[in-house]
């Protein structure tokens, strides 16, 4: 295997995703502590409480700093080069998070164990597996009082429509939260403290060990041992082709704040995931392997600072080798262009870099030059990436601007942020008065879009709510627009059309888009716009 391969099989480039407070932090700052690549305990996890503390707009920006340095972290383990990319869950919940998730190979689900599956969890899992990316869950916070895990992994099945495999079991929970059996070398897990730092300390006893009735108690063991058979007898098979493919999720029970089950988790994970993944750009598949380099840009960070109106474009490399100043082709600008700062970041600190290869996350300034889905690649290629999808925003507001005579102003600032991807904007063309409808994803956006069309605008916004919570797509049989009349539209449903002239109808609740699909049979209603496809 030559350097480059080598450099390229070793990467894992994965997400982590949770509901707030699952423990997504805590988990992602113990791989970085088992990595080395921070020292202690508590540097991410300060870093997200000050982001917390306040909510007025220097914070806002400070917030947005954070999100730039913590978009992606990189460090090495055990041999592997290891890319965590983040999803902000908290305020900062956005439509970036989910097209983070398009830069992953593969997602670790984090579940609070006395919570099960929570409403984030599923919006994130459901873009997860829209690409079949293999999902493999970390029940948490076993240390505390946890529901039964039978329970918890029947709830992940029906709720989330995914089969599971339990890789380990837990004896007990909370005070009584003994250890785990490992099911694939028999053997029980015994942790007995975690006064190290870095890992649990634990011992491994054979679960017919009479001394390992000692160790958990007679009851316990009883109950363990009939544990194991139900799930011998009832469980999936363990099939690696079907976790692959994002049919089968690997579970896994420990506690991330006391280090048990961290450790050999992550091992676990990085036995069963693949090196970096082929993309798809049309009829062609692009491999990871594939000499040329190529790349494409699934988020755009606008900067916050009015004196750096530049913003940066973040871009998953997809195959071969990204070389600082070489050149390389642009292919929706038609243009060939050197990628200049790229940076890299390492933990919480962002570096200069001078290469990536397959896998690796970069962001470049960019002086708005790029859109969301672009694709990069070694000049002499044409070929484009399959687009990134637009997702359903959640929250919708009516737009104006405050004076009138600023109308002009307040078109551009709204077009330049939307073509960044912070926000969606909606016309109204069929209610007669032409109205501007906002949708995000995260209520925290049109904050930012308030503050910066004040101060890159100098528009002053008058917003108003609307009751709308869902959007879909239409698709017509025929591909020609629908019209209004030919629509039978219940009460509170409002048709709209994006920038583009795609077509879409708000509604306020899921029964409301279940009514309208049953009487418009001609159309289909897409959860994900952008002609995404499978
Ligand atoms: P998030 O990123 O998913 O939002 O969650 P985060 O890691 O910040 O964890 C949320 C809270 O849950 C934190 O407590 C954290 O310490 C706690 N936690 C995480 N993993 C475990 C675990 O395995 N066991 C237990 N018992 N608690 C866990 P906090 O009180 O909000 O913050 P802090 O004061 O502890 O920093």
Same mark, same amino acid.
């Given at each position: 295997?030559?350097?480059?391969?080598?450099?390229?099989?070793?990467?894992?480039?994965?997400?982590?995703?949770?509901?707030?407070?699952?423990?997504?932090?805590?988990?992602?700052?113990?791989?970085?502590?088992?990595?080395?690549?921070?020292?202690?305990?508590?540097?991410?996890?300060?870093?997200?409480?000050a982001?917390?503390?306040?909510?007025?707009?220097?914070?806002?920006?400070?917030?947005?700093?954070?999100?730039?340095?913590?978009?992606?972290?990189?460090?090495?383990?055990?041999?592997?080069?290891?890319?965590?990319?983040?999803?902000?869950?908290?305020?900062?919940?956005?439509?970036?998070?989910?097209?983070?998730?398009?830069?992953?190979?593969?997602?670790?689900?984090?579940?609070?164990?006395?919570?099960?599956?929570?409403?984030?969890?599923?919006?994130?899992?459901?873009?997860?597996?829209?690409?079949?990316?293999?999902?493999?869950?970390?029940?948490?916070?076993?240390?505390?009082?946890?529901?039964?895990?039978?329970?918890?992994?029947?709830?992940?099945e029906?709720?989330?429509?995914?089969?599971?495999?339990?890789?380990?079991?837990?004896?007990?929970?909370?005070?009584?939260?003994?250890?785990?059996?490992?099911r694939?070398?028999?053997?029980?897990?015994?942790?007995?403290?975690?006064?190290?730092?870095?890992?649990?300390?634990?011992?491994?006893?054979?679960?017919?060990?009479?001394?390992?009735?000692?160790?958990?108690?007679?009851?316990?063991?009883?109950?363990?041992?009939?544990?194991?058979?139900?799930?011998?007898?009832?469980?999936?098979?363990?099939?690696?082709?079907?976790?692959?493919?994002?049919?089968?999720?690997?579970?896994?029970?420990?506690?991330?704040?006391?280090?048990?089950?961290?450790?050999?988790?992550?091992?676990e994970?990085?036995?069963?995931?693949?090196?970096?993944?082929?993309?798809?750009?049309?009829?062609?598949?692009?491999?990871s392997?594939?000499?040329?380099?190529?790349?494409?840009?699934?988020?755009?960070?606008?900067?916050?600072?009015?004196?750096?109106?530049?913003?940066?474009?973040?871009?998953?490399?997809?195959?071969?080798?990204?070389?600082?100043?070489?050149?390389?082709?642009?292919?929706?600008?038609?243009?060939?262009?050197?990628l200049?700062r790229?940076?890299?970041?390492?933990?919480?600190?962002?570096?200069?870099?001078e290469e990536?290869?397959?896998? =690796?996350? *970069?962001?470049? $300034?960019? /002086?708005g030059? +790029?859109?969301?889905?672009?694709? #990069?690649? @070694?000049?002499?290629? &044409?070929?484009?990436? =399959?687009? *990134?999808?637009? $997702?359903? /925003?959640?929250? +919708?507001?009516?737009?104006?601007? #405050?004076? @009138?005579?600023?109308? &002009?102003?307040?078109?551009?600032?709204?077009?330049?942020?939307?073509?960044?991807?912070?926000?969606?904007?909606?016309?109204?063309?069929?209610?007669?008065?032409?109205?501007?409808?906002?949708?995000?994803?995260?209520?925290?956006?049109?904050?930012?879009?308030?503050?910066?069309?004040?101060?890159?605008?100098?528009?002053?916004?008058?917003?108003?709510?609307?009751?709308?919570?869902?959007?879909?797509?239409?698709?017509?049989?025929?591909?020609?627009?629908v019209?209004?009349?030919?629509?039978?539209?219940?009460?509170?449903?409002?048709?709209?059309?994006?920038?583009?002239?795609?077509?879409?109808?708000?509604?306020?609740?899921?029964?409301?888009?279940?009514?309208?699909?049953?009487?418009?049979?001609?159309?289909?209603?897409?959860?994900?716009?952008?002609?995404?496809?499978?």
């Amino acid at each position: 295997m030559s350097k480059y391969e080598a450099e390229i099989s070793r990467r894992r480039t994965f997400a982590i995703i949770s509901h707030p407070d699952a423990g997504k932090t805590t988990l992602t700052e113990k791989f970085l502590l088992y990595g080395g690549a921070i020292a202690q305990a508590g540097v991410v996890k300060g870093k997200k409480n000050a982001r917390a503390a306040t909510s007025d707009w220097m914070e806002i920006e400070k917030q947005r700093g954070i999100s730039v340095t913590s978009s992606v972290m990189q460090f090495q383990y055990e041999g592997f080069c290891i890319n965590i990319l983040d999803t902000p869950g908290h305020q900062d919940f956005s439509e970036d998070t989910y097209r983070t998730l398009m830069a992953a190979d593969s997602a670790v689900m984090v579940i609070d164990a006395a919570k099960g599956v929570e409403a984030q969890t599923r919006k994130l899992f459901k873009v997860c597996a829209m690409r079949d990316i293999p999902i493999f869950t970390f029940i948490n916070k076993m240390d505390r009082e946890a529901r039964d895990p039978f329970e918890l992994c029947e709830e992940l099945e029906h709720e989330l429509g995914i089969d599971t495999y339990a890789v380990n079991w837990p004896i007990g929970c909370g005070k009584e939260f003994k250890g785990v059996y490992d099911r694939q070398n028999r053997k029980v897990i015994h942790f007995t403290s975690n006064t190290n730092a870095r890992a649990a300390t634990a011992t491994e006893i054979e679960p017919d060990d009479p001394a390992l009735a000692g160790l958990i108690g007679a009851d316990k063991r009883e109950q363990l041992m009939g544990e194991i058979e139900l799930l011998d007898g009832a469980s999936c098979d363990f099939d690696l082709e079907r976790v692959r493919h994002g049919k089968l999720s690997p579970v896994f029970f420990g506690s991330a704040l006391t280090n048990f089950g961290v450790e050999p988790f992550l091992e676990e994970f990085l036995r069963m995931t693949t090196a970096p993944l082929p993309r798809k750009a049309g009829d062609e598949v692009i491999d990871s392997f594939d000499p040329d380099f190529s790349a494409f840009v699934f988020k755009i960070q606008a900067n916050m600072n009015k004196a750096h109106r530049d913003r940066i474009a973040f871009m998953r490399v997809v195959s071969g080798k990204f070389e600082a100043d070489r050149e390389v082709y642009h292919v929706q600008g038609k243009k060939k262009i050197r990628l200049s700062r790229p940076q890299q970041l390492m933990a919480a600190e962002r570096e200069i870099i001078e290469e990536a290869y397959a896998g =690796d996350i *970069i962001g470049v $300034f960019d /002086p708005g030059i +790029f859109s969301i889905g672009d694709t #990069l690649c @070694t000049p002499g290629k &044409k070929f484009r990436f =399959d687009p *990134i999808p637009t $997702f359903a /925003p959640e929250h +919708f507001r009516r737009v104006r601007p #405050l004076d @009138t005579m600023k109308r &002009k102003q307040f078109l551009k600032g709204m077009e330049q942020i939307a073509q960044e991807g912070a926000i969606q904007i909606f016309k109204t063309p069929y209610s007669g008065m032409e109205e501007v409808i906002v949708g995000v994803v995260g209520t925290l956006q049109f904050d930012v879009l308030e503050y910066r069309l004040k101060n890159e605008y100098n528009v002053d916004l008058y917003m108003e709510g609307l009751p709308y919570e869902y959007l879909r797509w239409i698709e017509t049989e025929d591909g020609e627009p629908v019209k209004e009349e030919d629509l039978i539209l219940g009460d509170g449903v409002k048709l709209v059309e994006d920038y583009k002239g795609n077509q879409l109808l708000l509604f306020a609740t899921q029964w409301a888009i279940n009514w309208t699909s049953e009487r418009n049979k001609n159309l289909t209603l897409l959860e994900f716009g952008g002609g995404w496809q499978k």
